[in-house]
């Protein structure tokens, strides 16, 4: 399974990067008005730090908007994948852009049925968002591991990108339902290394070594 960062900070991009674990990223409205930067400029700079896929989203919501902002988007450079809502508007989009050799991530999906039209529609990538369907009581996984059959069984290319990921269980529930790749907040990467146990026993090995006056 890929791993992606949901995240528009150069930062946490550099830092994922030089950990050599970032296959991608993703990128939203809300995540770059957060970085407070001109959009071009910030969006060149995460597309030379990351070589793989790069999801950049139009903010159209009809279609041809849609079509005018993916296809300015993907002129960015060449590992942008354009994002585009789920709605019809979003569907024909995809239909369009596809058809013009532009790739699309299909964004926020809520249910398998959705994902079933997006990937006749020609999507590169669905994604469904995990976290959100949890907070509304609704389990998010279950979603994934539907989109996962539905596609294998009929054979789409179709790439599922977990999104909206909030914790390492859902990253292993991704892995575990043959999710193609997580996209992960940069503090969800970090809690994915984390372990108390790696940590105490980290600390015993030390211990025991210093106590011993040993030396490599
Ligand atoms: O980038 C889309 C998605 O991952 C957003 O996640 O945490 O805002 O629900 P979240």
Redesign the pocket.
Same mark, same amino acid.
């Given at each position: 399974m890929k791993i992606f960062l949901?995240t528009a900070n150069v930062s946490e991009l550099r830092e994922g990067v030089a950990m050599g674990l970032v296959d991608g990223c @993703? @990128?939203?409205p809300?995540?770059i008005a957060k970085e407070k930067r001109p959009f071009r400029p910030l969006v060149e700079e995460i597309c030379s730090i990351v070589s793989g896929d790069v $999801?950049l989203e139009v903010v159209a919501t009809d279609v041809e908007g849609m079509v005018k902002e993916g296809k300015e988007l993907a002129q960015v450079a060449p590992n942008v994948v354009v994002?585009c809502p789920l709605t019809r508007d979003g569907l024909k989009a995809v239909r369009r852009l596809s058809g013009e050799g532009i790739r699309v991530n299909q !964004? /926020?999906c809520f249910s398998a049925s959705q994902a079933l039209l997006s990937a006749k529609a020609g999507a590169t990538y669905i $994604?469904p968002? /995990?976290? *959100?369907l949890d907070?509304i009581s609704a389990v998010g996984m279950d979603v994934i591991r539907d989109i996962c059959q539905i596609y294998r069984t009929y054979g789409f290319t179709t790439q599922v990108l977990a999104? $909206?990921? *909030?914790n390492p269980l859902h990253v292993v529930d991704a892995a575990k339902a043959g999710a193609h790749v997580a !996209?992960l907040?940069f503090g969800v990467l970090e809690m994915l290394i984390k372990h108390p146990l790696t940590d105490i026993g980290l600390k015993k090995f030390l211990d025991d070594w210093a106590k011993s006056g040993a030396q490599l």
């Open positions: 949901d @993703t @990128t939203n809300s995540l $999801s994002k !964004t /926020l $994604s968002f /995990l976290g *959100r907070d999104a $909206s990921i *909030r !996209t907040p």
